[in-house]
């Protein structure tokens, strides 16, 4: 069974810094791509950022590019985004997922992608 579990979740004022990692278990880590997505209330699902465990290239959707940085670490076994200059709109439900598709151009799910139950990101004004 796999699973996937995120971490580091919590309420931040606007311009603060958190950082989400995500572990998973029963599926090999460094395979295909791995990411971000997020919901926030009343919105649709978006896309936040991605790193491709093949090549390491890394996506960033627009609204976070210069703010957000997804690595994985030198282990291979933790994904990690770290959250720069948080805003209220960052509010949202941050979900990881594995086996995802990831370019530097392009993020997208999979018939093979794994989720996990996602971390709340509360941001303060």
């Known amino acids: 069974e796999v699973q996937v579990v995120e971490s580091g979740g919590g309420l931040v004022q606007t311009g603060g810094s958190l950082r989400l990692s995500c572990t998973t278990s029963?599926?090999?880590?460094?395979?295909?791509?791995i990411g971000w997505y997020r919901r926030a209330p009343g919105k649709e699902r978006e896309q936040v950022a991605c790193?491709?465990?093949?090549?390491?290239?890394?996506y960033y959707a627009d609204s976070v590019k210069g703010r957000f940085a997804v690595s994985i670490n030198r282990a291979k076994t933790a994904l990690n985004l770290q959250m720069n200059n948080l805003q209220p709109g960052d509010t949202a439900i941050y979900y990881c997922?594995?086996?995802?598709?990831?370019?530097?151009?392009?993020?997208?799910?999979?018939?093979?992608?794994?989720w996990g139950q996602g971390t709340q990101v509360t941001v303060s004004s």
């Open positions: 997922v594995v086996g995802i598709y990831c370019t530097d151009y392009l993020m997208s799910t999979t018939r093979h992608d794994y």
């Open positions: 029963g599926y090999p880590f460094a395979t295909y791509g």
């Open positions: 790193v491709s465990a093949i090549d390491g290239r890394t």
